[in-house]
């Protein structure tokens, strides 16, 4: 069964750097997804992406993040300058279609944690 | 934020039926009900989803009150691996398309 793979599986960073979080969503998929979950907190949305530009994003999706889909099969995530509470795990999905009123589900991959010492 | 109620924690006797509940009794004509869990900080895992009719796949069956305020998931032969947080989302049309999680019920499946 085809699945969303992220890399790395642990991404260990100094407070201050940049980061860049790997996603290969599902192949036919159009509608791409991050999400983080913050240790012993809810999943919560951060930003969806298609046609190559940003749908929708919520508000801790600052000017410190930024999405891209550099090939055809690649969507990372980036954080130009992580603070200490951007320590999470962060989850990217896809979907065939990204329509509220669509209802087709998002298929998420196992998530990469961050941590920034 | 999600506009769903559950339990926040349940336990089931491994190899009996779970049932998981929840309310959604503000849910509109066109938004469907979505069942995920996640098993110890992976990545949500879909179960299944439904608009108005009772849904079934290989891994859960999903009932759907006919006023659609309320539905429950059922594992019907729970094992150990069930043991996992599920989440109830209903799909908010008007908020774009993103899923909002709650805190879901923490279900136990005991030996």
């Known amino acids: 069964e085809p699945e969303v793979t992220q890399t790395p599986s642990h991404q260990v960073t100094q407070m201050g750097q940049e980061v860049i979080l790997r996603c290969v969503p599902i192949?036919?998929?159009?509608?791409f997804y991050w999400y983080r979950q913050i240790l012993g907190q809810k999943v919560e949305f951060l930003v969806s992406?298609?046609?190559?530009?940003?749908?929708?994003k919520s508000e801790i999706f600052d000017d410190q993040f930024s999405v891209e889909r550099p090939d055809g099969s690649n969507f990372t995530l980036k954080i130009r300058s992580t603070k200490l509470e951007d320590s999470a795990m962060y989850f990217c999905?896809?979907?065939?279609?990204?329509?509220?009123?669509?209802?087709?589900?998002?298929?998420f991959g196992d998530g990469t944690r961050l941590s920034i010492l | 934020d999600a506009k769903t109620t559950q339990p926040p924690s349940m336990d089931c006797a491994e190899g009996r039926a779970a049932n998981l509940p929840c309310n959604h009794s503000?849910?509109?004509?066109?938004?469907?009900v979505y069942w995920y869990r996640q098993i110890h900080s992976q990545g949500p895992q879909y179960i299944i989803h439904g608009l108005k009719n009772n849904e079934t796949n290989e891994m859960a069956s999903l009932i759907i009150t006919e006023d659609r305020k309320s539905s429950t998931l059922i594992l019907p032969h729970a094992t150990l691996r069930d043991t996992a947080v599920y989440y109830c989302?209903?799909?908010?049309?008007?908020?774009?398309?993103?899923?909002?999680f709650g805190t879901g019920t923490s279900l136990t499946v005991i030996p």
């Open positions: 503000t849910i509109s004509g066109n938004e469907y």
């Open positions: 999905a896809s979907s065939d279609s990204g329509r509220a009123d669509s209802n087709q589900p998002q298929h």
């Open positions: 992406f298609y046609n190559n530009e940003i749908s929708e």
């Open positions: 192949s036919n998929h159009l509608y």
């Open positions: 989302i209903v799909r908010a049309w008007n908020t774009g398309n993103q899923f909002y």
